[in-house]
Nanobody
Framework: QVQLVESGGGLVQAGGSLRLSCAAS????????MGWFRQAPGKEREFVAA????????LYADSVKGRFTISRDNAKNTVFLQMISLKPEDTAVYYC???????????????WGQGTQVTVSS
């Protein structure tokens, strides 16, 4: 099992920034990729960004390219999501996920965190 704990969410004004963290513990050696997904009220969960633990290769949703940056600290088993130029439409619960493949598909991820709320006010 892999345990994931997100932190860093909060309330920010449009144009502001937030940095989310996801700390992984447990059988982290069984995973190769970490992803961020988000779910807004009344909407389906959507892919945001993902990173390969070993190579550092990344994937981004078109809606966040140029504004969000995913990174990792292998020594601390922690993944970060730096978000700038936030928009009200970025408001959602953000989930961290761990899986074996670098992918934008939720079904490729085996473990999920509890989520952290990000609210962007206009």
């Amino acid at each position: 099992q892999v345990q994931l704990v997100e932190s860093g969410g909060g309330l920010v004004q449009a144009g502001g920034s937030l940095r989310l963290s996801c700390a992984a513990s447990g059988r982290t050696f069984s995973t190769n990729a970490m992803g961020w997904f988000r779910q807004a009220p009344g909407k389906e969960r959507e892919f945001v960004a993902a990173i390969n633990w070993s190579t550092g290769s990344t994937l981004y949703a078109d809606s966040v390219k140029g504004r969000f940056t995913i990174s990792r600290d292998n020594a601390k088993n922690t993944v970060f999501l730096q978000m700038i130029s936030l928009k009200p439409e970025d408001t959602a619960v953000y989930y961290c996920a761990a899986g074996r493949l670098l992918s934008g598909l939720a079904r490729q991820y085996d473990y999920w965190g509890q989520g952290t709320q990000v609210t962007v006010s206009s």
